[in-house]
């Protein structure tokens, strides 16, 4: 039986974080049901498309949105979710955009940890806390690696895929924080609330990941 013939999306607004995990988040939403297609570049940040409504954010919005509940359902990074703090229910592992979170240094640097950059400040506390180090955090929005190279920090704690960008840049993985995949994120009243569609799609996106 294919679940995604008995239900309607219609009504759900949904929150996709612009950038690299976009394209594929509708591939897969669109495979399990929903009418939804790349939209022509334009500078429109909201889409109706079949009756759904698709906001496009940045990253680090998306749990904000599906929290407070002006999105429904939204698909982000468990990094980005983690780091978010947000209670959202976090049904399915959509399994693409694996990549982990790792502590970087230098190839061969030594000496302890004074101060430790990266984009997810929260998370590296927690990190450094569990391994009992005390270093000051620094938070920083974009090309991380780079507050090695340069002196800020002692060490980065940023995400790592192939390493090729470690490679470039004279660096090494010496500890992973965290695994990351992107992930299907629900409100938790929506599911109550938008049950009949929110219910089935929760299946079929299980069944096209497992
Ligand atoms: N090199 C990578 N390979 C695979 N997945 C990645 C990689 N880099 C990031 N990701 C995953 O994709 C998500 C989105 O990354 P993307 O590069 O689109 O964000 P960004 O542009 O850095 O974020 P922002 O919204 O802050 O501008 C990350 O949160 C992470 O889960
Ligand atoms: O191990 P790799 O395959 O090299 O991937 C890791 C890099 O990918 C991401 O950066 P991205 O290319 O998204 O640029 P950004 O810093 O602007 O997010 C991440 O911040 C790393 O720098």
Known sequence: M?????FSAAGLTLALPKGRIFEEAVDLLSKAGLPLYLPEK??????EMGGVQVLELRNQDVP???????????VVGKDVLAESG???YEPVDLKFSACRLSLIREVG???PLGRVASKYP????????????????VKLSGNIELACLTGLADAVVDLVQTGSTLVANNLEERDVV???????????TALKLKR????PLIARLRELTE
């Not at 334009?42 to 889409?47: K, N, Q």
């Open 178 to 188: 965290m695994r990351s995949t992107a992930r299907f994120v629900v409100n938790r």
């Open 42 to 47: 334009s500078r429109a940040l909201r889409f």
């Open 122 to 137: 929260r998370l590296t506390r927690q990190y450094l806390a569990e391994k009992g180090l005390s270093a000051e955090v």
């Open 86 to 88: 947000r209670s959202v």
């Open 64 to 74: 904000v949105y599906v929290d407070l509940g002006v999105a429904d359902a939204g």
């Open 109 to 111: 640097a030594h000496g």
């Open 196 to 199: 009949a569609a929110l219910r």
């Open 2 to 6: 294919n679940p995604a013939a008995e």
